[in-house]
């Protein structure tokens, strides 16, 4: 067996393989970096690449892809506060504030870090403990995963936002955004109002980058036309302090990166949940440990060590139940499924038995597209800080321009690009009126699960109402949930009144 | 308008809408009943039903606090207005919003690079952007870009 082990992490080593975990890495991080281009697009993509790859250099490409896009998201976060991936979105909350005071390119260093941190965290625990982490995930039923999803709704909704009522708003506008195309069991159209495009569903593309990256980016523009250019201008200070991550400022974030890649490996080995959610529930528990809370949202360190440790942890536990159930924990693990079965693999626990070279090749390459993501980022941190002191009037009509071509590259749709239009008219005014539309798109993400889940259970249960009450993890969620949700309204009510 | 005004306009338009989606909208495109598991109505009017009640209960709080303040402190009765930052602009909103949505339809109708090199300049303007040769610049460059990538690099059709 040790013979076996050794041989793969060897074939990880050659060359060839090398440069296309390197190619993936780069292409990642600039695909990432785009708003309207992530990592699950970029793997589809460049599937049809790895054709005349070797298996070994095919796989370890597109983990490298994924790896990148995942940091990659997080630049035009912190510089432009318009992520280029939603589980980056969190990032931004502490990551443009440091931009605006001149510390842009620091945010961007702890972000690289606790990216190569998370990534390393949950790459170790994926060679370690795959199959006993799996089984845990096998004991999550439907009546689990639904009481989990509304708990995560619930601590989401809070997130970035001065009021959790119009955060649960935004939430269920969200999911009932996400109900519209074709109804899970009747397999009828719902909500399409007549029209053929809709009974597919709604995307993720047009809603993450209209809301996420085009209304930011109207926004901006609103500030720097009508305010005048000082007010968005984004220097960079060339103070080392300003610049560079101490050891002693790192030394301080380790056991919320520690926390952090714990987080985001629970939720990535859980299938369906997705970085989005790892990142925000990282952060927020983050914030609750922290002593000073309120200076989250401001530029703090930690926050953006939580979110990008989390949302990086998702990519190597999300293979978890893919190589040990051969169930994709995510998007693009489940994109991964066609490039292993176009090299005549199909993952799952026989894979350990049948090819376990590969296998272990498969977690050399993972331990290298992290060292590599540490140096591409590393190098290219003084590039992107110098693309984005371009002047407004060249760098925003880019993006503009470039979302509306990225909208239309998800699914060659004119009709995505419209869908794109109107999110980003509907997040410029949840924007202004402070409904935070990170918690619709955490809405909008869950919602198929969270259906399908509770149609599994009622279905299963044969209409029985006290199914729930025969799953105590369930139970004790749903008490959880219902706690979270009153003790904050009361609050909400209880602020209001005594200001 | 003050911000108290505001946020009661919003909620209030926020529960009409949730109460006509529950109760035209989501019955008229909903499928029937399929005889087994829930109705597909059920999430749609669940989370409309959250979305109106939580609505309501904003606007139960606005009041409540209102009537507070209005009681201790008369002179605080106006709450502040809104910061130019906060408020909407519409008509920025529609300056790039109507050259974007008028761009796919240019496409199909003059071709991927006209269209697009024209957006460009349309928006470059709209941006600020002065200097013409710049202009032409970026847009050549990024339109050029884009096409080759999207034609040559990843053979998708254009729009």
């Given amino acids: 067996m040790l013979e076996v082990i050794i041989a793969g992490f060897i074939d990880s080593l050659h060359p060839l393989n090398l440069l296309f975990v390197l190619i993936g890495v780069i292409a990642g991080v600039i695909a990432g970096a785009i708003p309207g281009i992530n990592g699950p697009m970029a793997i589809a993509l460049c599937i049809p690449l790895s054709y005349y790859m070797s298996p ?81 995930a096998l004991y999550m039923g439907p009546p689990e995963i639904f009481a989990l999803i509304c708990l995560a709704m619930t601590i989401i909704a809070g997130l970035g936002t001065q009021s959790i009522l119009r955060g649960l708003i935004a939430a269920a506008f969200g999911v009932l955004v996400g109900t519209v195309g074709m109804e899970p069991v009747s397999a009828l159209p719902r909500l399409t109002f007549h029209l053929y495009q809709l009974e597919r569903g709604i995307s993720l593309v047009p809603i993450g980058i209209g809301m996420l990256a085009f209304s930011e980016i109207i926004i901006q523009l609103e500030r720097h036309i009508k305010l005048g250019s000082a007010e968005c201008a984004l220097s960079f200070s060339s103070k080392p302090e300003d610049r560079f991550i101490s050891w002693t400022e790192f030394r301080g974030c380790i056991k919320t990166l520690l926390r952090a890649s714990i987080a985001g490996t629970v939720v ?63 998007v693009a693990a489940a994109l991964l499924i066609g490039a292993f079965v176009i090299h005549g693999m199909i993952p799952g626990p026989l894979m350990f038995e049948q090819n376990a070279q590969f296998i272990y090749a498969i977690y050399g390459s993972l331990i290298i597209a992290n060292i590599f993501l540490l140096g591409v980022g590393r190098i290219g941190l003084k590039s992107f ?45 949840m924007k202004k009126f402070d409904f935070n539309h990170i918690c619709f798109i955490i809405g909008f993400i869950l ?10 259970v009622i279905i299963s249960s044969q209409n029985n109402p006290y199914m729930f009450f025969s799953r105590p993890v369930a139970i004790i969620l749903m008490v959880i949930t219902f706690y979270v949700v009153i003790k904050s309204i009361r609050g909400s009510f209880k602020k209001a009144l005594k200001a | ?83 130019q930052a906060e408020k909407v602009h519409l ?20 071709g991927f690079i006209p269209a697009g090199f024209v957006f460009m300049l349309v928006i470059q303007y709209f941006c600020g952007q002065r200097k013409p040769v710049s202009a032409v610049l970026v847009a050549v460059g990024l339109v050029g870009f884009l096409y080759a990538a999207m034609r040559y690099g990843l053979g998708v059709p254009l729009p």
């Fill in chain 1, 447 to 456: 919602a198929p699960i969270w259906e399908t889940s509770l149609q599994q």
């Fill in chain 1, 56 to 136: 070994v250099a095919a796989i370890g490409f597109l983990v490298g892809l994924n790896k990148g896009a995942f940091f990659g998201g997080s630049i035009s976060g912190v510089l432009l506060n318009a992520p280029g991936t939603p589980e980056a979105a969190a990032t931004t909350w502490d990551g443009y504030p440091l931009a605006r005071e001149g510390k842009g390119e620091k945010a961007l260093r702890m972000a690289l870090y606790a990216s190569v941190s998370g990534d390393a965290f949950s790459t170790v625990v994926l060679i370690l403990v795959a199959a006993p982490l799996a089984t845990v």
């Fill in chain 2, 91 to 110: 008509w920025h909103l529609a300056r790039f919003m109507i050259p974007c949505v008028l761009l796919m339809p240019a496409m199909k109708w003059a």
């Fill in chain 1, 268 to 330: 990535g080995a859980l299938p369906g949940l997705g970085a989005p959610v790892a990142s925000f529930f990282a952060y927020d528990q983050e914030k609750k440990r922290s002593k000073n809370p309120e200076a989250f949202g401001k530029g703090k360190l930690e926050g953006i060590a939580a979110s990008e440790a989390a949302n990086s942890a998702v990519v190597g536990a999300s293979l978890i139940p893919l190589f040990t159930l051969g169930i994709p924990g995510n």
């Fill in chain 2, 1 to 83: 308008m003050t911000i108290r005004q505001r946020d009661n306009l919003i909620y209030g338009g926020i529960a009409l809408g949730g109460a006509a989606f529950l109760l035209w909208i989501i019955p008229a495109f909903s499928p029937p009943h399929p005889g087994y598991g829930v109705s597909a109505a059920l999430l749609p009017n669940v989370t409309v039903g959250i979305i109106l009640v939580l609505s309501v209960l904003a606007l139960i709080r606005n009041f409540l606090s209102y009537i507070l303040v209005k009681r201790k402190k008369p002179e605080d009765v106006r709450a502040a207005v809104a910061s």
């Fill in chain 1, 385 to 429: 800080c110098k693309v984005v002191q371009a002047p407004a009037a060249i760098l925003y009509p880019i993006i503009i321009f470039t979302c509306i071509i990225g909208s239309y590259l998800a699914e060659y749709s004119v009709f995505d690009v419209k869908l794109m239009l109107f999110f980003a008219f509907i997040a410029y005014f």
